[in-house]
């Protein structure tokens, strides 16, 4: 007899676990089913294994995604569990994103050992991080200080940060929570001055395409405003090819009937900038999305993109 209905891949590291832990928690208590019906299978990236430089320089998002994605395809797995700020706008043939949870804070988390904040940080302080975007925002805000590329996950990076490495670091408000260290945020970074990620705070499930069973467990636990608003925000995405190469921000709130949309798009030294903002009913997200990234690749021009895309 049969136990196990349906098993689950995930990257091992503990925000990854976390994640699919709480994906875990949902199917049952949709499903009333007990724990050993889900398995979770902890398969090794290539994002995981390069840690030598850069993602940007090795290949992009889809070094997260990769084996996991081949896994699926191969059947060993029937769902896998990302954060949706890790997944590339276009996905391998035969697979789809078929649910998101619940949305956390999209919000970034300043951790800071010589100061609380980014502005009280003195002159020439050293911050680490391993995405353009933040890198980007990071010298918008303060040029004067030395941004260093930082890999590792949230436990490499706070060691790091506690060895003196760098005087302080940013990391995603939504992975301290699901780790329960957001406590050590020294400051909550506002939407407005430091826009977000693309999909950053929700968490994304993928299944093969046509499969009706999977379709029927991970359908009870979509939550259809972050379906949405992650639909608006990777429309804008891909109407700019973005990807790890492209510092690129951009975030969608949906209240009652009403979808509204903030993106911006940076030079890597923050010193040039074009934001767009658009509203409409979430019904229609992916082209409001798309329209907002079309828009701002016009306003910004061909040679704005040259030489950092």
Known sequence: MRTTLLKIGTR???????????????????????????????????????????????????????????????????????????MPTELPDGLELSAFLPREDPRDAFIGKAARSI????????????SLR???????MRPDLRVISFRGNVQTRLRKLDEGVVDG?????????????EHIATDLMSLDSFPSAPGQG??????????????????????????QALACERAFLAALDGSCRTPIAGNANIEGNNLSFSGLILTPDGSRSHDVSAQGEPDQAAEIGRAA?????????????EGWN
């Open 293 to 305: 990234g079309e828009k701002v690749r016009t306003d910004a021009g061909a040679h704005f993109f």
């Open 202 to 227: 929700a968490i994304c499930i993928e299944s093969r395409t046509g499969d009706a069973r999977t379709g029927d467990f991970v359908g009870a636990i979509n939550d259809l405003p972050t379906a």
């Open 12 to 86: 091992g590291s503990p925000l990854a676990l976390a994640q699919a832990h709480e994906t875990r928690a949902r199917l049952m208590a949709a499903h009333n089913l007990p724990q050993e019906a889900f398995a979770i299978e902890v398969i090794t990236t290539s994002g995981d294994r390069i840690q030598d430089r850069p993602l940007s320089e090795a290949g992009g998002k889809g070094l997260f995604t990769k084996e996991i994605e081949e896994a699926l395809i191969d059947g060993r797995i029937d769902i896998a569990v990302h954060s949706s700020k890790d």
């Open 169 to 181: 670091t940013i990391l995603a408000s939504a992975g301290l929570k699901r780790l329960d260290l």
């Open 134 to 140: 933040r890198q980007a925002l990071i010298l918008r």
């Open 119 to 130: 502005m009280d940080l003195p002159r020439g302080a050293t911050v680490g991080s391993s």
